[in-house]
C-alpha cells in the first residue's frame, strides 16, 4: 500500500467554557489513503465536525487548543498542527477544502455566488478577470447549475437548498484539492436532492483522484459512498474497519447498537428502536470505556478499563473495546423503544 495521503496520530482537542474543559476530540487516529472515502459516522456531539475543522485549522483558539500529530503528504516532514497561518492559508482550497453543514450561513449573503467563486479561485491561481471568469463558469457546469452565466449573478437566498449546497461544492473544489471533508453535506435537504448530491460528490471525486472524508450521522449515506468507516462516541474512535466488514460483522457494542436501531423498510410495528441512555458529558470525563454505562455487555473492569483500540480481523479491523469477541457473538441485545 502506498503512504497515506493524511495520517492522523493522537489527536486532541481541547474547548474551554464557564463549566470545564470539554474534551471534544481525545485521541483520535487514523489514515486517509490516496482516492480513499473515509466515513466518520456517530451521534450529536461525537467529535466528528471538530476533528474535520481542527485538521483545517478552523478552530478558534482560545477557547480551543489541540494536540497530536498530523502528516499531510502536501507538507512533507511537518505537523500539520504546527503548521502557522499563513501555510494554512496556502494549504487551504489548493490541497485540503471543506464543504460545510449550513449553506446558507457557509455563503456570503450579500455577495453574488460568482464573485464567491471567483474569490476561491483566485486565491490559489493567478489568472485575469476573464480567465476567472471562464473557471467560475466552467465549475457551475461542473457541478450541475444550470443558465450558469445568468446565475452567477445571484445571491445565495435566491437559490434553493441544494443548489447552495453546489454552488458550495464549486467553492470547496475550485482550486482542485487533494483532500475534500465533506461536514454533513447533505443536512436538511430532501431525499431526491440528497441523492443528487451524493451522486455529484461521487462523480467529482472519481474523476479527479482526491480523497474524501464524509462527515454524517446517516449510516445509509455512509454505506453508499464510503471505502472505510470510522465510528465515534464521545470524541473518540470506538471502531474502524472497511465498509462490508463492519456493516456485515461489528465488534463495538455501540456499533451493534446503532445498526440494531436502523428503521427497516418490512418492519410493521410502530415502536422505532433507540439506543438505552444518553452519551456522556466530556467536561470532568470519568475513566473507563465511554459506552460502559449503555452497554448490555458491560463488566466492572469496562468502568476500569484504559480503553486503546483493539485489533481484530487481521489487523484492519480495529475497536475500542475488551469484550470485542463476545460482542460478536451475542445474539440478544436490548434496545429502548419508542412509540
Not at 289 to 314: D, I, N, S, V, Y
Amino acid at each position: 500500500m502506498t503512504e497515506p495521503i493524511l495520517t492522523v496520530d493522537g489527536l486532541h482537542t481541547f474547548i474551554g467554557t464557564d463549566s470545564g474543559v470539554v474534551r471534544a476530540v481525545d485521541g483520535v487516529s487514523f489514515t486517509l489513503q490516496r482516492g480513499e472515502i473515509l466515513g466518520l459516522v456517530g451521534e450529536s456531539g461525537s467529535g466528528k465536525s471538530v476533528t474535520c475543522r481542527t485538521l483545517m485549522g478552523l478552530m478558534p483558539s482560545p477557547p480551543a487548543w489541540w494536540a497530536g500529530d498530523v502528516r499531510y503528504a502536501g507538507l512533507p516532514g511537518r505537523n500539520l498542527l504546527d503548521a502557522r497561518e499563513r501555510e494554512l492559508q496556502r494549504l487551504r482550497g489548493a490541497h485540503l477544502s471543506m464543504i460545510f453543514q449550513d449553506p446558507m450561513s457557509a455563503l456570503n449573503p450579500v455577495m453574488r455566488v460568482g464573485d464567491q467563486i471567483e474569490e476561491a479561485v483566485a486565491a490559489h491561481e493567478r489568472l485575469g478577470p476573464r480567465e476567472r471568469r471562464r473557471r467560475a463558469l466552467e465549475l457551475f457546469d461542473r457541478v450541475g447549475i444550470p443558465a450558469a452565466s445568468r446565475r452567477m449573478r445571484s445571491y445565495p437566498h435566491e437559490f434553493s437548498g441544494g443548489m447552495r449546497q453546489r454552488v458550495l461544492i464549486a467553492v470547496a473544489i475550485a482550486s482542485r484539492p487533494k483532500v475534500l471533508f465533506a461536514d454533513e453535506p447533505t443536512t436538511a435537504l430532501d431525499v431526491i436532492i440528497q441523492d443528487q448530491i451524493l451522486s455529484l460528490l461521487l462523480e467529482l471525486q472519481r474523476d479527479s483522484g482526491m480523497s474524501m472524508v464524509l462527515v454524517s450521522h446517516d449510516l445509509g449515506v455512509i454505506a453508499e459512498m464510503c471505502d472505510r468507516i470510522a465510528v465515534m462516541y464521545a470524541g473518540e474512535i470506538a471502531e474502524l474497519a472497511d465498509t462490508a466488514t463492519l456493516l456485515t460483522k461489528p465488534r463495538h457494542p455501540y456499533t451493534i447498537s446503532l445498526l440494531r436501531s436502523l428503521p427497516e423498510t418490512e418492519q410493521r410495528t410502530r415502536f422505532l428502536p433507540s439506543i438505552v441512555g444518553t452519551p456522556p458529558q466530556l467536561i470532568d470525563v470519568e475513566p473507563g470505556c465511554r459506552f460502559a454505562p449503555r452497554c448490555p455487555l458491560a463488566e466492572r473492569e469496562c468502568h476500569e478499563w484504559t480503553t486503546e483500540l483493539l485489533t481484530a480481523e487481521g489487523g484492519a479491523h480495529l475497536v475500542r473495546c475488551r469484550r470485542h469477541d463476545d460482542a460478536r457473538r451475542s445474539e440478544t441485545w436490548p434496545v429502548q423503544s419508542f412509540a
